[in-house]
């Protein structure tokens, strides 16, 4: 990847040199088309005249508007917000620098709304970590025009790391929990319903706290579990009975209460909510199930639990940046609660049904397949990003990459599933490249696992069949490409009746079939076509 | 570690280069060029917890000045 980077001073040091080109010192004549990605990082100059430089800084805004029209909008641009590093007021009441850096750090986050390709970093976070002395170096700003502190390079580089995690989207889906000392304080066996710190005083005003954040982190996507030795009698009955009790059933996806050891639960949550070990985050007051689960299960995080009560704020606020925040959250992501535990759901029903035909026709399910447009494209975008499971050639885009793509006559269909539990949104796209007037190739196939073991792969991609053989298609080729964790799509192509062409050494696999008969697709799925 | 064999270890991790030895300088070493001055410089300041003036940081051109620079610095 190569990255082009606006700047007015030397940062070299902290983007290092590996595939990074520079413009010159606040020099937007040349804005590279050849580049994967643009950084507009600039620093507040120093200069005492404090009208000259709130000017020069209120010229920054057109400056970035300029670049931005001349580069390439499909390809990501992420700008840094301006910190004043050494903020300096002849008088008292001079507030021109500060309004003109509050003005520049408005004007970027109106672009990041209105320019797909454009996010924004808050520089602050970092920044606010130090204290004036350590942030700036004036011998080496004055030998090299760096004002932020050389020194903190290897603090910038991991901090920068992380960020850019999160703006592709990568987090760690699934939090669980123990319960006694760690949601509440106190043991529930012993000290009953309403004997559990919680509520009230310190310290149960700080569980409540705590509970009440996991809550907001829960509606943003994160999928809660409780993996906890207790009685579920109990539980159930905290639950229900005390007064301030934040989280409860309706908010945890999966539920291990019982005396078996925690690895075995937390293997078995892995498995009945479809996620890898890798995804998942334990908290657990108790030091021997921490060790325990670093031992035997070392994919899951295990982060250190809190001596304190009032130190689970600070500990909730670096759970989520260490391994819960991302750029930006869709409404899939909020409703992702909710669907995990419909299909905690349909799986207890399944287990009424004598056969999955039976079963299958009861979930009344309604498949809606719908045009790239819009409106679905960062959702279209977001899942090549996150799916790894059922994904025939994991091809990771930007929604820019998609719309650049649907400007070249690619098509591209997603598709949206309910049943009567509940509405899973859009999980499933589907791209497809003309090769020629009646060839098309399948370039990226992929569903959510939240939507698997129903058939609907297949009922999806035989209607995508049907549909370009309407529009007189008469070939298909695709591709399957091996990675760690899409084995059980290996030979999905050889079940939906497709002939191997080719496998090369690395394990790929190439199909082609052609368009010959309508496909018939099971009606228990009511299919729309939008 | 003696320090001749420390001062290369740096220079390796900030020029990104696996073959530093001990007659490299500004001439002959490309890597060496005025931004990586500085990094060496830097490193050098945390790695022995020493605070070196801008004057003896522009006299560093070579590995055997860096040694001698360092001597004077180092207890």
Known sequence: MTTFV???????????????TYSGYDDISMVPGEVDRYIWFYQVPVNADSAQLAQEIESYSSKLDIVLSAADASKPFVVFSLVNLFPMRLTGDETAVQQAVTAFNDHIAALAASWPNVKWVDFSEFTARYDADTLVNWKYYLMSQTLLNPKLARDFQSWWQRIEGELALQ??????????????????????????????????KAFSYWQRSLLQLAQNGVI??????????????AWQHNPFMVLKREHFSALR???????????EIASELNIGLDSMVFVDDNPTERELIKQVLPQVEVPDFPAKPYELMPFFKQLVEKYFRIYAVTSEDRAKTEQYRANAMRQAEQSHFADLESYLYSLDMQLDIIPADEHNLPRIAQMTQKTNQFNLTTRRYT???????LDQGWRVFCMSVRDRFGDSGITAT???EPTDDTTVNIDTLLLSCRILGKGIEEAFIKTVFNLLRLDGYRHITADYLPTAKNGQTADFYDRMGMTLEATDEAGAKHYSMALSDMFEIKNYYNIRVL | MNLEDKVLEIMREVFEMENVTTDASQKNCERWDSLHHLSLASELEEAFDIDLEPEEIADMTDFSRVIALLETKVK
């Open chain 1, 257 to 267: 209460i019982n005396w078996q050891d925690k690895a075995t639960n937390i293997r």
């Open chain 1, 6 to 20: 606006f700047r007015n001073q030397t940062v070299e040091a902290f983007f290092g040199y590996d595939g990074m």
């Open chain 1, 430 to 432: 589907i791209f497809l």
């Open chain 1, 171 to 204: 987090r760690k889906k699934c939090l669980i929990l123990d319960l006694d000392n760690t949601l509440w304080g106190g043991v529930l066996g012993e000290d009953g319903v309403d004997g559990i710190k919680l509520g009230g005083d310190y310290p149960g």
């Open chain 1, 224 to 237: 809660l579990a409780v993996c906890s030795k207790n009685n579920e009698p109990d539980v159930e009955e």
């Open chain 1, 399 to 405: 929604e820019a990459d998609v719309q650049q793509r």
